[in-house]
């Protein structure tokens, strides 16, 4: 039988009652020392430790179509205005071509961030919508990253399959109300993996915000995501093609959580191990133990 959303469980499984469950999701990307992605491997290449307890791998999906939710964030505080044009720019060919192929229910919302946050354009497919929603963006103020990242992450709130925060940015927060961990946090309770493009317009180091940056790479780190430090033009449209491919290219593990230790911290710590040695495997550090339930025949 198939799970909802196509998904295949790894063995036959009793009639599907509706209970209440807890089926934990790690979209994983496997790459070898080269940071090639790795796209053919089987569920057994995998194993998964939460809270350092093994635990049965029970949906696997390899190249995952699930459905993609993208909020894409534009920081436009005053210090982008040389670049922002340009990165508009290829933040139209990322949506064209994330929207013009894979599965027809992905959809992506967009945000604008300085001082304040704004979204400038709820989930949609209409690209003729999403491009007309960034023509009137203009740099000004400082930049409430931080505020930006927990507003999107709470706009998933309903949406199912992936969840995924692209940000682009010149560097740190600024002017937030929320700190760096409310941020993370949430992050995590909406399960979205964070993409930093981080287009840095200072080369010097001293005049360079390094612990912001050091915070985004945080961010994706723990997310499940990665962070992109290109150049205006090629390489910028290289790091969103580089997003698409990773996203393409996801495995999709799910595990319901058995024998945990009944101190159990609130984030329980997942890691994801390959067995061949020679790969690595980029998802999620963790979760939190209050997540939402799912119905056990909807993942």
Do not use: W
Not at 31 to 47: P, T, Y
Not at 72 to 94: H, P, Q, W
Not at 191 to 199: C, M, N
Not at 222 to 239: S, W, Y
């Amino acid at each position: 039988m198939l799970l909802a959303g196509g998904l295949m469980p790894l063995a036959a499984q009793a009639p599907v009652f509706n209970v209440q469950v807890n089926l934990v999701r790690l979209l994983v990307t496997a790459k070898n020392q080269q940071g090639e992605i790795v796209g053919s491997l089987d569920a057994k290449d995998f194993s998964i430790l939460d809270c350092g307890v093994p635990q049965t791998i029970a949906v696997f999906e390899r190249n995952t179509a699930f459905p993609l939710s993208v909020s894409v964030m534009i920081d436009n505080s005053g210090s982008t205005g040389k670049d922002l044009r340009y990165e508009i720019t290829s933040v139209e060919k990322f949506l064209k071509t994330l929207l013009g192929e894979g599965n027809p229910k992905d959809a992506a919302a967009l945000y604008a961030f300085n001082d304040t946050v704004t979204l400038l354009s709820s989930f949609t497919r209409r690209q003729e919508r999403l491009a007309i929603s960034m023509r009137d963006i203009h740099p000004d103020g400082g930049t409430s990253l931080y505020d930006a990242i927990s507003l999107a992450a709470s706009g998933f709130r309903d949406r199912e399959g992936r969840h995924v925060l692209v940000i682009v940015t010149d560097g740190g927060d600024t002017t937030s109300r929320y700190k760096f961990q409310e941020a993370l946090e949430a992050a995590h309770h909406a399960e979205a993996a964070i993409y930093p493009i981080l287009v840095i317009p200072i080369t010097n180091n001293a005049g360079r915000n390094t612990g912001g940056e050091h915070a985004l790479d945080t961010l994706a780190a723990g997310t499940g995501g990665r962070v992109f430090q290109p150049n205006i033009g090629a390489q910028l449209d290289k790091a969103f093609s580089d997003i698409i491919r990773d996203l393409r290219t996801q495995y999709l593990i799910g595990y319901y959580p058995h024998n945990l230790p009944l101190d159990a911290p609130a984030f329980h710590p997942v890691k994801v191990e390959m067995e061949r040695k020679d790969l690595r495997a980029q998802t999620r550090t963790g979760y939190y133990g209050d997540q939402r339930p799912r119905t056990a025949n909807r993942p």
